[in-house]
């Protein structure tokens, strides 16, 4: 009996993986890391992903990047998903270089296939992804952004295990900026993200 509880509480846990409650959130995991990070990782390769791998460090040449946390049965992520892809529709990045990326963090949980069926299917108007989609492993390497040695963190571990869903700001050195703490999306904190460089240089 107490090993159906467990293996029905293992089943239970695996189901809600991608929707960690914003207060799980751990400010302090980046801590250990390198202040000014660096990865690469597969990409869904799609068309709108722009290769079949992202280089962080080569995509912040043209301005900041936003990683968007996602996991495929995270509603939170699909609620985020789709308020930035509508700003985007609607001119709010224009006047911005920043680029978004979302990152799959749940790849102990997750396959590339569950990514691809959420984010990836144009005719899912609430969850498809018109921008880059990276589908990291357990075993995605940290790289120091200069010398571009291995930092011996894997990537969920450097960027501080972020719950689901979690909005971070790399700056153009590699470094976290800023980070959001709400699991629904909310434009006042998407509008924050991408006017932070304009506030700290104001």
């Not at 159906?4 to 509480?9: D, K």
């Not at 509603?75 to 990326?101: L, P, Q, Y």
Request: glycine share 6%.
């Amino acid at each position: 009996m107490r090993h159906e509880h467990f293996v029905l509480t293992c089943i239970c846990l695996g189901l809600v993986t991608g929707c960690i409650a914003p207060q799980a959130i751990d400010d302090g995991g980046v801590s250990t890391a390198p202040i000014h990070m660096t990865f690469e990782a597969p990409t869904l390769d799609r068309t709108e992903d722009a290769g079949a791998t992202f280089d962080l460090k080569e995509t912040l040449v043209d301005g900041p990047v936003m990683l968007l946390w996602i996991g495929a049965g995270c509603s939170g992520c699909h609620d985020w998903t789709k308020m930035i892809r509508n700003s985007m529709d609607e001119g709010r990045f224009n006047a911005s270089n920043i680029t978004v990326v979302s990152v799959h963090r749940w790849a102990q949980f997750e396959t590339a296939q569950d990514v691809m069926d959420t984010f990836a299917t144009d005719s899912n108007k609430t969850h498809y992804t018109p921008w880059t989609v990276v589908i990291p492993s357990l075993a995605t390497p940290t790289y120091e952004f200069n010398s571009e040695q291995n930092t011996g963190l894997p990537l969920y571990e450097a960027y501080g295990n972020p719950s689901t869903p979690t909005l971070q700001l790399i700056d153009q050195s590699g470094a976290l900026a800023w980070q959001s703490k709400t699991y629904w999306a909310n434009e006042t904190v998407l509008e924050e993200g991408l006017s932070f460089f304009d506030q700290t240089t104001a």
